[in-house]
C-alpha cells in the first residue's frame, strides 16, 4: 500500500446522502483509478482519470462522478448513496513503482456501509 | 466484454502442496497479469506476462501463457499458510490505461 491512501477507511451513511471518498498518491503517477468490489461480480470499474482534469467511465460509472484537481488527489463522489452503493472501494495508481506497463498499486480500500 | 475468468472459483490444498489456478480470455491481448489479495486489504501486483512470453517464474510462482487457447495458469510450489488468498488475473484491452479483472480464485492453504 505504500504510497497510497484511501479515506476514510470506513463509513456508514444513510440512503440520499453525499459520500466523497478521498484518494491520495505520493508516487506523482498520471494514471488512477477507482474501483469497487463486490461478492461474486470481482473488482469492475468505476471511473479513472488519465491526468489532472481528465477523467473517464468504467464499466459501472452511473451515480458516481469523479474529480482530479491535483496530480495526487482523485476524489470519488457518491451524490445520493444508495443502499446498492455498499461495497469496498479501492483506489489505484498505475505504473512506475516496478516500472512495467499496466501494472496498478493498490490503496487499502474504504468499505461503505449505505444504510 | 475482456474479463478474464478465473477456474476454479474456490481451492483447498494442503499446506506444501502445489496450487494450480487458471484464467481465460476472450480477445487479444498485449499481457496478462496475476494479483493477489489477503482478506481485507487492497490487491497486490504477483507478476506480469507479455503476449510473447509463454511462461514466467517469481520465487514459488510459475506463470504460463497460452495465446492460442487464451489461457494462463498460475502455479505456487510448495504452499505455505501465508498463501491463503484470492487470486485475480487481469487482462489489458489493447490499451495501455485499463485492465480489467476476473472474479478470482479464493485460495485455502489447509494446515
Known amino acids: 500500500d505504500a504510497g497510497i491512501t484511501q479515506s476514510p477507511r470506513h463509513k456508514v451513511t444513510e440512503t440520499g446522502t453525499p459520500v466523497t471518498l478521498r484518494c491520495h498518491q505520493t508516487e506523482n503517477h498520471r494514471y488512477m483509478y477507482w474501483y469497487r468490489q463486490d461478492p461474486g461480480h470481482g473488482l469492475r470499474l468505476i471511473h479513472y482519470s488519465y491526468g489532472v482534469k481528465d477523467t473517464d467511465k468504467g464499466e459501472v460509472s452511473d451515480g458516481y462522478s469523479v474529480s482530479r484537481s491535483k496530480t495526487e488527489d482523485f476524489l470519488l463522489t457518491l451524490e445520493s448513496a444508495t443502499s446498492s452503493q455498499t461495497s469496498v472501494y479501492f483506489c489505484?495508481?498505475?505504473?512506475?513503482?516496478?516500472?512495467?506497463?499496466?501494472?496498478?498499486?493498490f490503496g487499502p480500500g474504504t468499505r461503505l456501509t449505505v444504510l | 466484454s475482456q474479463q478474464g475468468e478465473e477456474d476454479p472459483q474456490a481451492l483447498s490444498i494442503q499446506e506444501g502442496e502445489n496450487a494450480t489456478m487458471n484464467c481465460s480470455y476472450k480477445t487479444s491481448i498485449n499481457n496478462l497479469q496475476w494479483y493477489r489479495q489477503n482478506s481485507g486489504r487492497g490487491l497486490v501486483h504477483l507478476i506480469l506476462i507479455r503476449s510473447n512470453e509463454r511462461e514466467k517464474h517469481s520465487g514459488r510462482l510459475r506463470v504460463t501463457l497460452d495465446t492460442s487457447k487464451k489461457s494462463s495458469s498460475l502455479l505456487i510450489t510448495a504452499s505455505r499458510a501465508a498463501d491463503t488468498a484470492s487470486y485475480f488475473c487481469a487482462t489489458d484491452d489493447g490499451r495501455d490505461d485499463k485492465i480489467i479483472f476476473g472474479k478470482g480464485t479464493r485460495l485455502h492453504i489447509l494446515p
Open positions: 489505484a495508481i498505475q505504473g512506475g513503482l516496478a516500472g512495467g506497463p499496466n501494472e496498478q498499486f
